[in-house]
């Protein structure tokens, strides 16, 4: 049974370029969070989708962006990439239909804006 | 504002010692506190609680919520190296997990 994948694993990005990272849920999940972890900080909610529709958003500003494919996996895009946005990309998955139970992590993609 | 805050933030101990994190939270709509062990990357999931006075235990971890106060505690006993991490806790409230910073937890020969 797969868990959460991620990929890329690492990245290294210019100011002001784009990125997009994806995510696979683990089999049996249908709702997807994209998260991000500062260092030495606690992660913080970007986003979540469920049904191919973002159901919530954290507090981040438009340049980021996602989206949900019909077989649940997900992307998050960030455009116009600032230094402050280096950081650990985590994606978590969780089943809406069964409850919301605990939330499965991916290893997490680790971005470098230089 | 929402908010999850852990205590300490940072803690060193021996082998064999025992050790409690304490997780505070403020958050509206709570349906669940949740505790997670992240060494590298992957937050990995030890424990969700929903009610009040019910411990958990899983091996030498073990954790219990009190929803009247608004705090849970993490307890390792009989620490071990292989217990050095940060240990994150985390609210859920309406679809999305809140995190606290986070308690680096360090333990020696």
Redesign the interface.
Known sequence: DAG?TQSPTHLIKTRGQQVTLRCSPKSGHD?V?W?QQAL??????IF?YYEEEE??R?NFPDRFSGHQFPNYSSELNVNALLLGDSA?Y?C?STS?RAG?????????T?LTVV | EDKVVQSPLSLVVHEGDTVTLNCSYEVTNFRSLLWYKQEKKAPTFLFMLTSSGIEKKSGRLSSILDKKELFSILNITATQTGDSAVYLCAVGGGGKLIFGQGTELSVKP
């Open positions: 959460v709702t969070s998260y030495g900080q606690g992660p913080q909610f979540q159901r919530q954290g650990l985590l978590a809406y919301n139970t605990e939330a499965f992590f991916g290893q997490g680790r």
